[in-house]
């Protein structure tokens, strides 16, 4: 069964970082393209970056390039997607995906909510 666990998020003030885990089970981590995806209150699901099995390509949308970083650590099976800079805008619940482009489908945790305000 595949499972994945989402941690790291909270309350941040904007221009802070945080630090989004997920750990993933029941399939051979290293095989698989992951992603992150975003859904704020009352809007759809926003994909915000992905990685490749083996972490040498990466994909960022334009509102978090330069300031999120995606990566993985598949000894550990864990994907990281490290947020910085944060705005106000940011605020949302963040799912990892086990896919590339972070279907609605696929397989996904429960999410870990990044809330950015003053």
């Known amino acids: 069964e595949v499972q994945l666990v989402e941690s790291g998020g909270g309350l941040v003030q904007p221009g802070g970082s945080l630090k989004l885990s997920c750990v993933a089970s029941?399939?051979?981590?290293?095989?698989?393209?992951m992603s992150w995806v975003r859904q704020a209150p009352g809007k759809g699901l926003e994909r915000v970056s992905a990685?490749?099995?083996?972490?040498?390509?990466?994909y960022y949308a334009e509102s978090v390039k330069g300031r999120f970083a995606i990566s993985r650590d598949n000894a550990k099976n864990t994907l990281y997607l490290q947020l910085n800079s944060l705005k106000t805008e940011d605020t949302a619940m963040y799912y990892c995906?086990?896919?590339?482009?972070?279907?609605?489908?696929?397989?996904r945790g429960q999410g870990t909510q990044v809330t950015v305000s003053s």
């Open positions: 995906v086990k896919d590339w482009y972070g279907r609605e489908g696929s397989e």
């Open positions: 029941g399939f051979v981590f290293s095989w698989f393209d």
């Open positions: 990685i490749s099995g083996g972490g040498a390509n990466t």
